[in-house]
């Protein structure tokens, strides 16, 4: 007779993990990236300390895990509506993106702040949040250069460094990201 083997500990709970990154928002909105640990995020969460170690290996990866779900739903790649002109479509990608800085704007501006100090964490950080972006709205200047909307001349990727340099300029500074600085933007790239 064959012996089997059970597997060692809990599987996974999807459940857990959506807790874990809620109190994780929360936390860091609240109280600052720097004044939570682990161990107030797994009490928040309602979770054993171990729990968050066997899915995140440093509270930085939890804190951009937890941001990139809620970017992933608020701040998708704007939609190639061939009904919608490319501005509109712009205007409506900043005003969702905006909503999601609008709610959590604190966790990120000290996921920034972090990044200055730590370059390992700055390359994440870059790599898995920053640049994303940067490429949904060239991909989208490049589309608006091909329906004749943007003209040709204009460098697509040094205008999306513009779009988020001023979004994010706006963000650190804490003035507001707003429908006025939507207009502001998309005025500024397609010309009112």
């Known amino acids: 007779m064959t012996e089997v083997k059970q597997a060692s500990g809990r599987p996974r709970d999807a459940e857990a993990a959506s807790a874990i990154r809620a109190a994780t928002l929360k936390l860091i909105n609240e109280h600052g990236y720097g004044n939570v640990s682990i161990a107030a995020i797994a009490a928040e969460a309602n979770v054993a300390r171990q729990t968050l170690y066997n899915r995140w290996n440093t ?51 000290a996921l920034i702040a972090s990044a200055q100090e730590d370059l390992a964490f700055r390359d994440v950080f870059k790599a898995r949040f920053v640049k994303p972006r940067e490429v949904m709205v060239t991909d989208l200047l490049r589309d608006a250069q091909h329906r004749g909307e943007l003209d040709p001349n204009r460098d697509p990727e040094m205008l999306s460094r513009f779009v988020h340099g001023a979004f994010w300029y706006a963000l650190l500074t804490g003035d507001p990201v707003d429908d006025d600085l939507v207009r502001g933007i998309v005025d500024g790239i397609f010309y009112p």
Do not use: M, W, Y
């Open 59 to 109: 509270k930085a990866d939890l804190v951009l895990d937890a941001l990139f779900e809620t970017a992933g739903e608020q701040a998708a790649a704007p939609v190639h509506d061939p009904d919608k002109t490319c501005r509109e479509q712009l205007a409506i990608f900043l005003r969702r993106v905006f909503s999601h800085l609008t709610a959590n704007g604190g966790p990120i501006r």
